[in-house]
């Protein structure tokens, strides 16, 4: 079992005991670490040159897969030892997430891209079959996104626990969309930000759905924030307030043994504004009762993390879990105290981040304008 952590990849790791082994997906390649005793080392570097969008581990079939922005997705069926490219069939579309999950027994690993397309693989990722009906919904002429080539890309995917035709894509710009025919055709949930972030149905309350969508570009009469709906996306509500010291809400879990445990992590301001600013100002937040109440997280994290953290992972056992939080200057953090404490694997690593958003950040002026 691997931890995967990345901007658009794979959120949980659940098994028996705690997984000593974390994959991270930066600009630079996957970088990987293994656990030994309390302190987390530095092994190989995985693909380099390539900028990970996506990690996922198959556990099925024990396959991991990698997708990167300069349209790619790699393969790896010995653990990290060697990777082949699998995305015959996708042709020249940046992956911004993957995912997985069995259907009829069998795993069928899905892709997200920009342009907003989904495809989907039933033989771990040789071959890939588009599902058209994500683009024909109503308005999907309107999908954009703020920075150039201003085109709406599928940032997450999630499925129903029990039922595999239930699907839920987040499109950057366009909206939460949800399928109930495993994909063939979608309709747009309504009465929420469409500046959709994440999704997610969690295992052990599929009565629930999960968005983030950010305050920072939309009216207060509009649902954004960390959001949750109990009617599949009929109508939500927010459960972070207006003033949420984290405006640009981004990747977030809730607990796979208790739904009252919340995390969410992101930026104060939107992207547009971390150049003048020279920061993101991010932070992470923890809520024990459902979302009413939320704490900051602080022990041991910087008193101002100026990059943003696009990258969250947890790693849940029995009796235990576990956190990690990968940022835009390429720091990892961990916490194994319910976000308590937090200790730094590594600084300074290729940064973990959608896109460019690293280079809103960049100390590097020349970067900064390229």
């Known amino acids: 079992m691997f931890v995967c952590l990345s901007p658009g990849g794979q959120l949980l790791t659940n098994g028996e005991t705690q997984t000593d082994k974390l994959l991270v997906g930066t600009v630079d390649g996957i970088f990987s670490f293994q656990k030994n005793g309390g302190a987390w080392a530095q092994q190989a ?66 892709a997200g891209t920009q342009p907003a397309h989904l495809y989907f693989s039933d033989d771990l990722g040789k071959s890939w079959t588009e599902l058209p009906g994500l683009r024909q919904v109503p308005g999907v002429e309107k999908w954009t996104f703020p920075g150039e080539p201003h085109l709406a ?3 997450s995917i999630t499925f129903h626990p029990k039922d595999p035709n239930i699907i839920y894509v987040a499109v950057e710009v366009g909206g939460f969309l949800r399928s109930t025919d495993g994909g063939q055709t979608w309709t747009t949930v309504d009465n929420i930000n469409p500046d959709a972030h994440r999704v997610l149905v969690p295992a052990n309350d599929p009565t629930k759905l999960y968005g983030t969508a950010p305050t920072t570009n939309c009216g ?80 041991g994290l910087p008193d101002h993390i100026r990059a943003n953290i696009e990258g969250m992972a947890m790693d849940a056992w029995n009796g235990g879990y576990a956190i990690f939080a990968g940022t835009t200057d390429g720091d990892v953090f961990y916490s194994n105290d319910e976000g308590e404490h937090w200790q730094t694997i590594v600084k300074g690593i290729g940064a973990v981040s959608k896109s460019h958003h690293y280079v809103n950040l960049s100390l590097d002026e020349q970067a900064a304008h390229h």
């Open 153 to 155: 890309h599928a940032k």
């Open 220 to 299: 207060p009469e509009t649902p954004a924030g960390f959001c949750v709906s109990s009617d599949g996306g009929a109508s939500w509500t927010s459960m972070t307030p207006r003033d949420f010291r984290i405006g640009y809400v981004d990747p977030f879990f809730v607990h796979p043994k208790d739904p009252n445990l919340l995390f969410v992590a992101g930026a104060k301001t939107g992207p547009g504004t971390w150049r003048k600013l020279h920061t993101a100002d991010a932070r992470i937040a923890r809520s024990r009762d459902g979302g009413k109440n939320w704490d900051i997280l602080n022990g």
């Open 45 to 110: 570097t995985m693909v380099p040159g390539k900028h990970f969008s996506s990690i996922i581990f198959e556990p099925t079939t024990k396959t991991l897969f990698g997708g990167t922005y300069s349209c790619e997705i790699f393969a790896s069926s010995d653990l990290g030892k060697s990777w082949e490219r699998r995305d015959k069939g996708i042709g020249e579309k940046e992956i911004y997430s993957l995912a997985s999950q069995l259907v009829n027994g069998k795993p069928r690993i899905y």
